[in-house]
Every structure is written in structure tokens, then in C-alpha cells.
T-cell receptor
Framework: DVKVTQSSRYLVKRTGEKVFLECVQD?????MFWYRQDPGLGLRLIYFSYDVKMKEKGDIPEGYSVSREKKERFSLILESASTNQTSMYLCASSLGLAGGGAQFFGPGTRLTVL | GQSLEQPSEVTAVEGAIVQINCTYQ??????LSWYQQHDGGAPTFLSYNALDGLEETGRFSSFLSRSDSYGYLLLQELQMKDSASYFC????????????FGAGTRLFVKA
């Protein structure tokens, strides 16, 4: 089974702090994604990566950056956390076009910025 | 712009059939997917339609009409455990890597 793990289930940070969210997948998937999920808004794509060191902006990249130095790991960075970044963050990976691009999600990190 | 529309809530009785609709407006359409998410859980992939027609997987079926920019998820023989949120998602953009999700439909199954 595909396994996607995220470094923390719950995280509390202060405004202005730099925050790192880590995601690791064990199925050699090319594509990885970061979403945030807020009530009534569904999942919104922040960034995605289709290869090592490659990244593409999603719909809401402002205030975020990403890093993909190894195929299995995709990190989301909040350079200076703000209260409006309080959210559930979900990481996903997929094989790409094969299998319809089915995405496999990690358990999520609920981030609270005070 | 890009958008996906789906009902916010649907209620149905155990054993019944329910259809969750999704209309979309996106660029470079590659296919329509459906995901299920239980409270406190992660989304899980249910189905994918790249071509027009019906795809059946057990009690769940998914339909796509590309000309109408419309699809639906059909759940048969509803069970209490089907109570969850259901998201439609469109793969779009160059290469089809980018995925846009709808806001989700909350399904309540009553006894």
C-alpha cells in the first residue's frame, strides 16, 4: 500500500515564525502536492512538484515555498507564519498520468498560528 | 476562471441511491476524479473518468459528459459508513498534473 506520512498531526506556532511541514512517500511517485483544506472551501492547491527539484505554483502559493531535493520528500515552508495560515495541510503523491493520476494523501497536519 | 460546482449537502436513507453532481469550468481538461473523506480522515481516491460514459466500481459509479462539462458520482445501496464528504476534482493544465478540487458535498445517510 502507498504510504504518505507527514511530520506532525498537530502544530502550534506563533506569528512570524518560520514553519516547516515535511511529507514523505514510499511508493516512488513522481508527483507530489501540498493542499490546504478549510471548511466550505475544499482542498486548495498550494504547490506541486512533478520531479525532483521541480515545482509549480498552485492556486494559492502566496506566503509559501516548497522544496523537493529527493524524490520521496516534499517540504512546505511558511516563511513567516500568519494567523490566516491556520488550516489543515494535506500532502499527496501520485504516479502521474498512470491510474488516472489518483492521489494518495497523508493524514494531514493541523496548523494553528497564534 | 476555473471552478467546480457541487451541492454542499445531500441527505439520503440507508439502502437508497444518491447522485452527487459536479459541473466544472477549467482549462486543459484531462479528467474528472472523485474522492471520499470521512471526518478526521484523509481524502481517498474513488474513481476517475477521462472519457464520456459510466465507470462502475462496486456500489459506486461515476459518469462524465465532456461536452456538458458535467459529471456525477452515484452511490447505490447506501450504508451508514458512506456518510462522508465527497469531492470532485479536475485534472487540468499543461501535462494534466494540476488538480483542482470542488468544495465538497457532505452526504448524510439516515437509518
Amino acid at each position: 500500500d502507498v504510504k504518505v506520512t507527514q511530520s506532525s498531526r498537530y502544530l502550534v506556532k506563533r506569528t512570524g515564525e518560520k514553519v516547516f511541514l515535511e511529507c514523505v512517500q514510499d511508493m516512488d511517485h513522481e508527483n507530489m502536492f501540498w493542499y490546504r483544506q478549510d471548511p466550505g472551501l475544499g482542498l486548495r492547491l498550494i504547490y506541486f512538484s512533478y520531479d525532483v527539484k521541480m515545482k509549480e505554483k498552485g492556486d494559492i502559493p502566496e506566503g509559501y515555498s516548497v522544496s523537493r531535493e529527493k524524490k520521496e520528500r516534499f517540504s512546505l515552508i511558511l516563511e513567516s507564519a500568519s494567523t490566516n495560515q491556520t488550516s489543515m495541510y494535506l500532502c499527496a503523491s501520485s504516479l502521474g498520468l498512470a491510474g488516472g493520476g489518483a492521489q494518495f494523501f497523508g493524514p494531514g497536519t493541523r496548523l494553528t498560528v497564534l | 476562471g476555473q471552478s467546480l460546482e457541487q451541492p454542499s449537502e445531500v441527505t439520503a436513507v440507508e439502502g437508497a441511491i444518491v447522485q452527487i453532481n459536479c459541473t466544472y469550468q477549467t482549462s486543459g481538461f484531462y479528467g474528472l476524479s472523485w474522492y471520499q473523506q470521512h471526518d478526521g480522515g484523509a481524502p481517498t481516491f474513488l474513481s476517475y473518468n477521462a472519457l464520456d460514459g459510466l465507470e462502475e466500481t462496486g456500489r459506486f459509479s461515476s459518469f462524465l459528459s465532456r461536452s456538458d462539462s458535467y459529471g456525477y458520482l452515484l452511490l447505490q445501496e447506501l450504508q451508514m459508513k458512506d456518510s462522508a464528504s465527497y469531492f470532485c476534482a479536475v485534472r487540468e493544465g499543461t501535462g494534466g498534473f494540476k488538480t483542482i478540487f470542488g468544495a465538497g458535498t457532505r452526504l448524510f445517510v439516515k437509518a
